[in-house]
């Protein structure tokens, strides 16, 4: 490998910033006065711009959830609230029974998140270490899942889950209806099979030779070296699952059951501004929360979260 | 159907199928089937089982199933009847389908125009940040992770026409008068826009954002050495390099935009007047908001017609730009 290979790629890894390190700006354009003062301004603007437009709504949001109605309608864009009202919160709580669809949404994401993992590490597994001469068709077919909008599948996927092969039974207001679909994630599969293909394959011939045999290689050896990327599928199962909309609304009709993204648009209808906005504020603390704690993760320009669209 | 749908996937999607190669190890030869049973053979079935049993029911399944119902007639009580290409012909016949499909081209030009440049600006001007670049990202990332539904029902709020609505309260501060942003026909499609293009805009800058990082230093050197300033470096290197991931974005926004559905359903549940209903929202109401039992033949149809014309637009737009993205 060149130098110049051995740089780039460094870069790619995100090394820390060199002298060699450079962007558009060379060291001598940072050098010169007036193209620092005008990076400099315009780094200000944007983080100022940034800053309102990223981060304004969300304060906003948890400034109003603590404010009673009047004050935010009255004065929408005061930085502080006259009162603070955090009875606001526990209302949304209690007897706006926000508690209920809030464990719904815990329990649909750690679903979602359990049928996730468990079908792409198993097939990861499958069709990434033991490698059967199938498998290329599988993969195949996997892949070509990827290039049929889902939209295609809605009714289908719906009709199914109103009347299953094999069961008797409808899954229409059971967790079973999202939970068991959420598998059929080619986008995870294929991830996790990449990860797969990158593990060293001798340690797995090391151990074959050692006598483990199927079942021991994949819990004892693959499963905890594929900790990193079981990791970036749980954070963005969970996050899946809680922003879900479409697909909870149609096969939960049962308010008792249903996710906090489905039950939000309807409550808006009968209750007060500031218990809604507090049950708006409560919704989005996990997912906040989540991405604080796993930044890099989102931002580390695997950029999978990212919503392409807009 | 909680899968990261294939828009939000389809960057990383087109690089692995790019690096997927399926290599059978070469320790597995063909033995014949009592060496099968005696080797891994049946221990791979079994791990196996989970993606079989998910992928047959939830999507190879029902891609076979949309596809042979959008012949037919299917109310799930008489068994499904033929009706050869009747639902296509209904589809075809509603004209509420051409106001779905101007308002979905529409969309589609609003978002690209809102959604297109910003975040490549701001990505370019945010690869130069020396310091704090974390808090950057983080602040254009964070409208990304806070769950749609709140944002659209917050944004809904913000949108309120009234004097003292949120968004005329900042333009009434520089002295625009108050708009009706969602409660008018011209004005609701836009405003739907500018909210998507908020809540979406931080995917895409990390993306470009990671794309700018691997631009080689050499080419902005060799620029310098032949006396380029900035903003020509800018045209003539960083633009040319980030052609691949512009190319890829923009048909990914394009089919991403085809599809929308959440915005306008909890905005304006396709009004004023019909100025928002878009292809999706039209699929939903013939399967889902119909009083008399969902015409689930009918969108089906549509949701198939829709695929097919992304799969063509997609198939002639990188015939055309082939020469375009490989250097």
Known sequence: ?310 | MTQISPTTAAPQSAEMIETLEYAVDPLRRRRGLRGWLRGDGPHMLVFLIPLLFSFILFSWRPIVDAAIMAFQRTNLIDPAEWVGLDNFVTVLQDPLLGTAVVNTLWFAVLALLMGYPIPLVVAVLMSEVRRWRGVFSALAYLPVVVPPVVAALLWKFFYDASSSGVFNTIIGAVGIPPQPWLQDQATAMPSIVLFATWSAAGGTIIIYLAALVGVAPELYDAAEVDGAGVWRKVWHVTVPQLRGVLLVMFILQIIGTAQVFLEPFLLTGGGPANSTMTILMLIYKYAFQNSLGGDYGAATALSIMLAIVLAIFSAIYFRLTKGWSSS
């Open chain 1, 1 to 310: 490998m060149s130098a110049v290979d051995e740089k780039v790629v460094a870069r790619r890894r995100g090394a820390p910033a060199k002298d060699a390190d450079r962007g558009i700006l060379s060291t001598a354009d940072w050098r010169r006065r007036r193209v620092r003062a005008t990076t400099r301004v315009t780094h200000l603007i944007l983080l100022a711009s940034l800053i309102v437009v990223g981060l304004g709504p969300v304060l906003w949001l948890a400034k109003s959830a603590v404010t009673p109605t009047q004050d935010t309608l009255r004065q929408p864009l005061a930085l502080w609230p006259n009162g603070m009202d955090w009875e606001n919160l526990v209302t949304a709580w209690t007897r706006v029974e926000i508690d209920k669809y809030f464990f719904n949404t815990v329990i649909i994401a750690l679903g979602v998140w359990f049928v996730q993992v468990l079908v792409a590490t198993t097939a990861g597994y499958v069709l990434s270490v033991l490698r059967p001469r199938y498998g290329r068709i599988i993969v195949a077919l996997v892949l070509a899942t990827l290039f049929v909008p889902s939209i295609v599948l809605l009714v289908p996927l719906y009709l199914t889950i109103v009347d299953p092969p094999l069961l008797q039974h409808s899954l229409i207001n059971t967790f079973w209806a999202v939970w068991l679909p959420a598998g059929a994630s080619a986008f995870t599969v294929l991830l996790v099979m990449r990860f797969f293909d990158s593990l060293p394959r001798e340690v797995f011939e090391a151990a074959r030779i050692d006598g483990a045999g199927p079942y021991r290689l994949f819990w004892s050896v693959v499963l905890p070296m594929s900790k990193p990327i079981v990791g970036v599928v749980s954070v963005f199962a969970v996050i899946g699952a809680w922003k879900d909309f479409l697909w909870p609304m149609l096969v939960l009709k049962d308010p008792n059951l249903q996710p906090l993204s489905v039950r939000l648009p309807q409550l808006q209808q009968f209750i007060e501004l500031d218990v809604f906005l507090a049950a708006l504020a409560i919704a989005t603390v996990i997912p906040i929360a989540l991405f604080l704690v796993f930044q890099r993760m989102f931002l580390s320009g695997a950029g999978l979260g990212g919503a392409v669209k807009g």
